[in-house]
């Protein structure tokens, strides 16, 4: 009863202040529009894109690229990240065991014998000088100790070591979530981006292969001149070469189509030529239903600047796992059982036995072990500060990168939209000339040619637009969904 009052003052001191800072959450300027903090020409600083007073989202519009979104569950990177964010939580769960106290019972069965020149007879020789050996006979005599009981221990957390460590394993759980996200957005982006470029490189090879037939009717043409005397070998000849140009871009666009397979094939966790039956679809899906939302939710949304926050944070919380080093531990412990030289003795009333009381431990010297600590913690905190404002203003150049690409792309669309529709007014034109006889084959297979070449470049840029924008989803942390 004597300690009881000692007792109740030490869990009274466990309700101090913790140690160390504590975090507050850095605040990150953003802009009311996204074009107010643009770089380069102001041309591109207009995408064309809704404005961004909605939440932000991706739709997709193609049920076979929706299909590879779900089989992209099974993304080995993916279950990776998820097992990293399930560590993160258990490894929570270990700091947070320290809080409390621990618990543990005991028994056992001893055969001892003590020393007959043992420092125990020093004592026999002290109490009994006559009688000393048979004293010493008596207590080496092997004999059995039964015991059973159990202990309790509670680490009164004074300085909020326990507390300080509990938030900063929160923090990095919070951060192995954030990264999670992180490879969940990337995955779905990067399955998107390969299964456009699989779709415009068999578009390609669709379009290559007509433009190669009406190389070949040219070329017929040519020599059935050439046989009449109308033209000379200087017109075969090139259009022969024109023509092998042409079929030398068909292996490309093969390698293009199969590179795209496989990387889809990787992306979902499956076996190369896993995804055959995509080859037969030759037809680019549109660009996703986009809307970016108001750039102050960017930093809100992007899961590398939430993961970067939470690493300061748990930078932060260290801090004072280290300072609490500094002070006294205190411990409160219990033990309580039953001994006995014999196991039928141990329901006896008289074989109990206990304790209880504080334990103190007061670091002295230690070279400056723990002052070292405190300073390396506090320098990592500012690490994980300077990190933390590079992830920021990585996010909106990584954004604004990609708004200019996307604007310069859609310029470029609407110039070989453009091209193509002259194409195809100077094909009309020449049909009806040929119809006519106002003219022979010739322009007519000519304009034919331009026009696929005009329908071939307004398809490269169709895809190119469809990336430019999955580039903006990333960057502004958007999963493309069905």
């Given at each position: 009863?004597?300690?009881?009052?000692?007792?109740?003052?030490?869990?009274?001191?466990?309700?101090?202040?913790?140690?160390?800072?504590?975090?507050?959450?850095?605040?990150?300027?953003?802009?009311?529009?996204?074009?107010?903090?643009?770089?380069?020409?102001?041309?591109?600083?207009?995408?064309?894109?809704?404005?961004?007073?909605?939440?932000?989202?991706?739709?997709?519009?193609?049920?076979?690229?929706?299909?590879?979104?779900?089989?992209?569950?099974?993304?080995?990177?993916?279950?990776?990240?998820?097992?990293?964010?399930?560590?993160?939580?258990?490894?929570?769960?270990?700091?947070?065991?320290?809080?409390?106290?621990?618990?543990?019972?005991?028994?056992?069965?001893?055969?001892?014998?003590?020393?007959?020149?043992?420092?125990?007879?020093?004592?026999?020789?002290?109490?009994?000088?006559?009688?000393?050996?048979?004293?010493?006979?008596?207590?080496?005599?092997?004999?059995?100790?039964?015991?059973?009981?159990?202990?309790?221990?509670?680490?009164?957390?004074?300085?909020?070591?326990?507390?300080?460590?509990?938030?900063?394993?929160?923090?990095?759980?919070?951060?192995?979530?954030?990264?999670?996200?992180?490879?969940?957005?990337?995955?779905?982006?990067?399955?998107?981006?390969?299964?456009?470029?699989?779709?415009?490189?068999?578009?390609?090879?669709?379009?290559?292969?007509?433009?190669?037939?009406?190389?070949?009717?040219?070329?017929?043409?040519?020599?059935?001149?050439?046989?009449?005397?109308?033209?000379?070998?200087?017109?075969?000849?090139?259009?022969?070469?024109?023509?092998?140009?042409?079929?030398?871009?068909?292996?490309?666009?093969?390698?293009?189509?199969?590179?795209?397979l496989n990387a889809l094939s990787l992306l979902t966790a499956q076996l190369p030529g896993s995804l055959r039956d995509l080859a037969g679809d030759r037809t680019v899906p549109p660009a996703p239903d986009f809307t970016a939302g108001l750039p102050g939710e960017l930093l809100r949304?992007?899961?590398?600047?939430?993961?970067?926050?939470?690493?300061?944070?748990?930078?932060?919380?260290?801090?004072?796992?280290?300072?609490?080093?500094?002070?006294?531990?205190?411990?409160?412990?219990?033990?309580?059982?039953?001994?006995?030289?014999?196991?039928?003795?141990?329901?006896?009333?008289?074989?109990?036995?206990?304790?209880?009381?504080?334990?103190?431990?007061?670091?002295?010297?230690?070279?400056?072990?723990?002052?070292?600590?405190?300073?390396?913690?506090?320098?990592?905190?500012?690490?994980?500060?300077?990190?933390?404002?590079?992830?920021?203003?990585?996010?909106?150049?990584?954004?604004?990168?990609?708004?200019?690409?996307?604007?310069?792309?859609?310029?470029?669309?609407?110039?070989?939209?453009?091209?193509?529709?002259?194409?195809?007014?100077?094909?009309?034109?020449?049909?009806?000339?040929?119809?006519?006889?106002?003219?022979?084959?010739?322009?007519?297979?000519?304009?034919?040619?331009?026009?696929?070449?005009?329908?071939?470049?307004?398809?490269?840029?169709?895809?190119?637009?469809?990336?430019?924008?999955?580039?903006?989803?990333?960057?502004?942390?958007?999963?493309?969904?069905?």
């Amino acid at each position: 009863m004597k300690t009881l009052p000692l007792t109740l003052l030490c869990a009274a001191l466990a309700a101090c202040t913790a140690a160390g800072p504590d975090y507050h959450a850095p605040q990150a300027a953003a802009p009311q529009q996204w074009k107010e903090w643009h770089g380069g020409a102001a041309e591109l600083g207009d995408t064309g894109l809704p404005a961004g007073d909605k939440p932000a989202f991706a739709r997709l519009n193609d049920p076979v690229l929706a299909g590879l979104l779900a089989q992209a569950g099974a993304n080995l990177d993916l279950k990776t990240a998820a097992l990293r964010f399930a560590q993160s939580r258990r490894q929570r769960d270990l700091t947070a065991s320290q809080q409390g106290p621990q618990l543990g019972v005991h028994a056992g069965a001893t055969r001892q014998r003590q020393s007959e020149t043992g420092a125990a007879t020093r004592m026999a020789a002290a109490l009994a000088p006559g009688s000393r050996d048979a004293l010493v006979a008596v207590l080496s005599d092997p004999f059995t100790v039964y015991q059973a009981g159990f202990d309790a221990s509670w680490e009164l957390d004074l300085w909020g070591r326990v507390r300080r460590g509990i938030e900063a394993a929160d923090a990095e759980a919070g951060a192995a979530s954030a990264q999670l996200r992180q490879v969940q957005l990337s995955v779905a982006v990067e399955v998107a981006r390969n299964y456009y470029q699989l779709r415009a490189a068999q578009h390609e090879q669709a379009l290559a292969s007509e433009d190669i037939d009406a190389t070949l009717q040219l070329l017929k043409l040519a020599e059935v001149r050439q046989r009449q005397g109308l033209a000379n070998a200087i017109d075969t000849a090139r259009l022969e070469a024109q023509l092998a140009q042409q079929r030398a871009t068909l292996p490309a666009l093969l390698e293009q189509e199969a590179q795209a397979l496989n990387a889809l094939s990787l992306l979902t966790a499956q076996l190369p030529g896993s995804l055959r039956d995509l080859a037969g679809d030759r037809t680019v899906p549109p660009a996703p239903d986009f809307t970016a939302g108001l750039p102050g939710e960017l930093l809100r949304r992007r899961p590398d600047v939430q993961a970067a926050e939470h690493r300061l944070h748990a930078a932060t919380a260290s801090i004072g796992v280290a300072k609490a080093d500094l002070y006294p531990r205190i411990t409160l412990g219990v033990s309580a059982g039953l001994e006995s030289l014999s196991g039928g003795g141990l329901d006896d009333w008289g074989s109990r036995q206990w304790s209880i009381g504080p334990g103190l431990s007061l670091p002295l010297f230690d070279n400056g072990r723990r002052r070292a600590a405190v300073q390396l913690r506090e320098l990592q905190q500012q690490e994980a500060a300077v990190s933390f404002q590079k992830t920021v203003l990585g996010a909106w150049h990584e954004m604004d990168d990609a708004l200019s690409a996307y604007a310069a792309e859609r310029q470029r669309q609407q110039q070989w939209q453009q091209r193509e529709r002259s194409a195809t007014s100077a094909l009309a034109l020449a049909q009806v000339r040929q119809q006519r006889g106002l003219s022979d084959a010739q322009p007519l297979l000519d304009a034919r040619r331009a026009a696929l070449q005009a329908q071939r470049e307004r398809v490269r840029s169709e895809a190119a637009l469809a990336l430019r924008l999955l580039a903006i989803c990333k960057a502004a942390a958007v999963t493309p969904e069905a």
